[in-house]
């Protein structure tokens, strides 16, 4: 595992607001000259602590206004209904995030829909095929009050 120092968090958080810094701007911003700045950014990446970049995107603009968190619990917790059940939320697009889960819940799921009726296909059509479900509950998020891209502390 690489140790963050604080000029690795620095090069991290800049990053994380904006992704699109050229190596001179990052490294005025982190007070440190280009070569080394890039050399650090480098290592980051080889040690996987920067895994890549991506666009943060309008889910609206983009036809994608129906945002959905389900919960769901297997009929049972066996290494094949695991396995199964991981392997094909893997193959919904839909499915923008999963996460193991502690509580109720075995997996929260969160989905992106362009409308109620293709939320409804995607449940018909696509999750309650996976094998091993027992229960998901749906909750539907209105908004969005807060997201955060910079991680705590750094």
Not at 4 to 33: C, F, G, P, T, Y
Not at 81 to 102: A, H, N, Y
Request: glycine letters at 6%; aromatic letters at 6%.
């Amino acid at each position: 595992m690489h140790e963050l120092d604080n000029i690795d968090r620095k090069i991290i958080a800049e990053l994380q607001q904006n992704a699109r810094l050229s190596n001179h701007e990052l490294s005025e911003r982190v007070a440190l000259s280009p070569s080394p700045c890039l050399r650090r950014l480098r290592q980051l990446e080889k040690a996987k602590v920067i895994q890549g970049y991506t666009a943060v995107v309008d889910k609206e603009a983009c036809g994608l206004p129906i945002m959905v968190f389900i919960s769901i619990r297997l009929q049972k917790q066996t290494d094949t209904t695991i396995t199964k059940f991981e392997k094909g939320i893997l193959d919904l697009d839909e499915v923008m995030e999963c996460f193991l889960m502690s509580g109720k819940s075995d997996y929260m799921l969160k989905v992106m829909c362009r409308s109620l009726k293709d939320y409804e296909k995607f449940i018909r059509d696509k999750l309650s095929r996976i094998p091993g479900i027992g229960t998901l509950e749906t909750n539907f998020a209105f908004g969005q009050v807060k997201q955060k891209r910079v991680f705590p502390g750094l």
